[in-house]
């Protein structure tokens, strides 16, 4: 079997979505599926010489809406796809679905439906009748969690061909002992050995980071919260630290390297996910929080898996999404219990080696596809 992964970005640039294609890669290439990867080209710099598999870059000639815009890619997207027997479309992405429409391939297509278009007003109004032809279209719906299938617009057209494959951590990130005790020591030392919350992601209005900020001034003195991450709201949110009178007690670094990451989870206490909209549909983050045997404080989100990801006193506390007490209280809460921590903590090393090991996701995937056949 031959398949085209079809995504927007692929890694080394960042991102959920980026790291989820390149997993379903891996899977796909452990279980003997000739693969390559359709994607835009970011930032760079690459080095795809060294990849396990081709991966075509098309360059992007604007953005609109979060969207790439590339004529490449859709003129790729036509000459690849008479090659190869699956075509696997990461979805949100707009274009490839006008690729896919006009090519008209006859490979059976399989949609990875991480989200529905989110927050787009009139252009997601305008582009509804693309992404219904996608959805009857596709042979196969793969989500990574029940709630993408249930709760998503497109739920009727997923009828009879959805299957749940969860995203997993990656081997790197699910070796705590790989964390550099110095360099941990070093964190906690800069942090003055405060009781650290960390969070993690873009600065970007979804991620409902001004409400973490909120819920610093209602944690205990000794508490210090990091948000490693860059993106649009920097400034707002610096603005919003400074005006409350936070600075000591809320810091945000900027975008934190991947080698150093695992620094952060070991040195930290408590993993935070506030997220306040369906945007945010899992939190792949919240499973390597989980694999350093962190207690995880996330969002009840309406349509949104991430409190299916971090269940609610198994692997950590789930409040309700935009509300700066609640997730205080549930932050105060671990804070000041470290059997509670301990015990969520464990769950979660349980979660990441059972249902989010890489093993039970391949599988996962290898039913998935058997169903094509």
Same mark, same amino acid.
């Given at each position: 079997m031959n398949v085209l992964q079809v995504g927007k970005f692929y890694p080394p640039d960042p991102g959920g979505v980026e790291t989820a294609t390149r997993q379903a890669v891996e899977h796909l290439l452990s279980l003997g599926v000739f693969v390559e990867v359709l994607c835009f080209a970011g930032a760079g710099p690459y080095d795809d010489a060294g990849a396990p598999c081709p991966v075509h870059r098309a360059p992007v000639a604007a953005t609109m809406a979060s969207q790439p815009l590339s004529i490449a890619y859709v003129r790729d997207f036509c000459r690849l796809a008479p090659r190869f027997d699956v075509l696997h479309i990461h979805w949100p992405n707009p274009l490839a679905a006008l690729a896919a429409f006009l090519a008209r391939p006859r490979a059976k $297509? $399989?949609?990875?439906?991480?989200?529905d278009i989110i927050g787009k007003g009139a252009l997601s109004a305008g582009l509804s009748p693309l992404e219904a032809w996608l959805c009857r279209r596709a042979d196969l719906v793969v989500a990574p969690s029940p709630i993408h299938l249930e709760a998503s617009n497109r739920s009727k057209l997923f009828a009879g061909k959805g299957a749940v494959v969860p995203f997993c951590v990656d081997a790197a990130m699910a070796r705590p002992q790989g964390a550099d005790p110095a360099a941990v020591a070093a964190i906690r030392a800069r942090l003055?050995? &405060? &009781?650290?919350?960390?969070?993690?992601? &873009?600065? $970007?209005?979804?991620?409902g980071f001004d409400v973490l900020v909120e819920a610093a001034a209602l944690l205990p003195d000794d508490a210090v919260i990091v948000i490693g991450g860059g993106g649009p709201l920097r400034d707002t949110l610096a603005g919003r630290i400074a005006t409350a009178g936070l600075g000591g007690r809320v810091l945000l670094p900027g975008r934190i390297p991947d080698a150093e990451l695992p620094h952060w989870l070991a040195a930290c206490d408590v993993f935070c996910l506030p997220s306040v909209s369906r945007a945010e549909m899992f939190g792949i983050v919240q499973l390597e929080a989980m694999a350093f045997g962190k207690p995880v404080v996330s969002t009840a989100i309406p349509g949104s898996g991430v409190a299916w990801v971090n269940r609610h006193g198994e692997t950590g506390l789930v409040v309700p999404p935009g509300q700066a007490g609640p997730l205080a209280e549930a932050l105060s809460l671990l804070l000041g219990d470290p059997a509670l921590c301990a015990r969520l903590g464990q769950g979660g090393r349980e979660a990441v080696a059972g249902r989010f090991s890489p093993a039970s996701v391949a599988a996962a995937l290898a039913a998935a596809y058997d169903r094509l056949t």
């Open positions: $297509v $399989v949609l990875t439906w991480h989200s003055c050995d &405060r &009781r650290l919350v960390f969070a993690l992601g &873009r600065l $970007v209005p979804y991620k």
